[in-house]
């Protein structure tokens, strides 16, 4: 059982890791060792104080050296799953669960884009993890949606136990897949069924039989991660502490609302960890 769980590596995630750390909190901290794609990719960054003008790879090995001096660790992976529990969260990640007092939310924005049908269908036949649910479809026909060439190795494995998968990949490169897939040209537009998903509607019109669907994502859709929790056009809902509407649940960067900046990610990252803080000594 850890005290607290982060999920997200930028900015807001980086600032909370650090404060926990100095108050010497035992927590998890899950995303990515690469830090965030979208600091990394940034040209020129002028408005972050004591970097005038310094490039987003220059920002993100900055923060890699101050997390690898703090002697911090990131648990690399992708929360699928949150489960509220009686005074604590259980967290699926891959195969593997993980147990916190607290949660801090620093997803970015990348959440809350799903497609017409695909919430409805969690758990009948709308997956996001491959190794979880992959057994589930042995033999069957399935389709995958894909925005990362990272998780190619995840397609792969579904296409062992699956008898054909339809591959959606939102990304351009070289694919190299096995024969028993098929890399389909138009962009999938929706998911169908009655009571289970049944086909993939793409967005020339055609529609896909299938027994499943699996969405591999950077992130998942806020209202499928945590039910329950309140958002506001598509942000997580907070108050000044960071707070959601979830007991011991809180959130700060890119995901809480508009300005989408790194300075304003750190600040808040830096507030929702010391409310966690709180939060703790107050139970």
């Given amino acids: 059982m850890y ?12 600032s909370a890791a ?3 750390k100095i108050h010497n909190k035992n927590f998890i901290w899950l995303g990515s060792r690469n830090l965030s794609d979208k600091v990394t990719k940034a040209e020129k960054i002028v408005n972050y ?20 001096s703090a002697g911090i660790e990131i648990t690399e992976g992708m929360v699928t799953a949150i489960y509220p ?3 604590h969260y259980a967290l699926a ?6 147990e916190a007092r607290v949660l801090l939310l620093a997803t970015g924005i990348a959440m809350r884009n799903t497609l017409p049908g695909e919430s409805e269908k969690v758990g009948r036949g ?11 479809y042995r033999g069957k026909e399935i389709a995958v949606v894909c925005n990362n060439p ?5 397609v792969k494995y579904l296409a062992e136990l699956a008898s054909a998968v339809h591959y959606f990949p939102l990304y351009k490169g070289i694919i190299d897949m096995p024969e028993n897939v098929f890399i389909e040209s138009g962009r999938p537009k929706a998911v169908d069924g009655e009571e289970r998903v049944s086909v993939v509607i793409t967005s020339s019109g055609d529609q896909i039989p299938v027994d499943g ?3 591999l994502r950077d992130s998942i859709a806020l209202n499928n991660l945590l039910p329950g929790l309140e958002t506001t056009e598509g942000h997580i809902a907070v108050d000044r502490s960071m707070a959601t509407n979830l007991p011991g649940v809180f959130a700060a960067g890119d995901c809480t609302g508009t300005p989408y900046q790194y300075t304003k990610a750190v600040g808040e990252g830096n507030v929702a960890a010391h409310s966690m803080i709180s939060y703790l000594a107050e139970k």
Wanted: aromatic share 12%; net charge negative.
């Fill in 49 to 68: 104080p004591g970097f005038p003008e310094t490039t987003g790879e220059g920002l993100n090995n900055a923060f890699k050296a101050h997390i690898e």
């Fill in 3 to 14: 005290d607290a769980a982060i999920i997200g590596t930028g900015p807001a995630g980086v």
């Fill in 93 to 98: 990640v891959s195969s593997e669960f993980f």
């Fill in 150 to 154: 990272r998780f190619e190795h995840e």
């Fill in 126 to 136: 709308v997956s996001y993890c491959a190794t979880c649910d992959g057994g589930l």
């Fill in 18 to 20: 650090l404060n926990l």
């Fill in 85 to 87: 529990m009686e005074d």
């Fill in 213 to 215: 669907v699996f969405f």
